[in-house]
């Protein structure tokens, strides 16, 4: 008897830990943008042109215009150019794969660079573009 209330009090737990789970999710997004950012992209895009390739080449295609070579310096990436470039790659940047970085990864990584709150997954998979 006591080992089925046992049971019974972890499964009526379980609910709470996860709702719980999902506040600690929001609020750690920016630093889980930050971490995959610095995991994946900083080798390349961090400040400093002469070790990173990505900085290297932005500041040498954005010459003469008013955009900063450092990724995390821009103000000008929306969610959707992060994410089509990490998925598909450009040059010598490498796409990523859901493996490396998955959506939720590439949710909160786009939130980061672009200084947008993040969507929720439902949000995101639902939202259209406004007709052009
Ligand atoms: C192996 C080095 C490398 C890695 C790793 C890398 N990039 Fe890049 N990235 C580049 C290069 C080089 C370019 C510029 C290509 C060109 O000449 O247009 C670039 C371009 C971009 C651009 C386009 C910017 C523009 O204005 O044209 C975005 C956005 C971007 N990278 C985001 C990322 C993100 C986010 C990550 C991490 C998930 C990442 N990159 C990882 C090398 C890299």
């Known amino acids: 008897m006591n080992r089925l209330m046992l049971i019974a009090a972890s499964i009526l737990a ?11 999710d929001k609020a ?10 610095d995991h994946w992209c900083a080798p390349c895009h961090a400040a400093g042109g002469a070790h990173h390739p990505g900085t290297g080449a932005l500041a040498f295609k954005y010459k003469g215009e008013n955009i900063p070579a450092a990724l995390e310096q821009r103000t000008d990436l929306t969610p959707d150019v992060i994410k089509t470039f990490v998925r598909n790659g450009v040059s010598v940047m490498p796409m990523f794969r859901k493996t490396e970085i998955s959506d939720a990864q590439l949710d909160a990584l786009a939130a980061y660079l672009s200084h947008q709150p993040v969507k929720s997954p439902a949000t995101t998979r639902k939202a259209k573009r406004p007709p052009a």
Do not use: D, E, I
């Not at 379980?14 to 600690?24: L, M, N």
């Not at 750690?28 to 930050?34: I, V």
């Open 14 to 24: 379980v609910p709470t830990f996860s709702v719980q789970g999902q506040a600690a």
């Open 28 to 37: 750690s997004t920016a630093s889980a943008g930050k971490h995959v950012y």
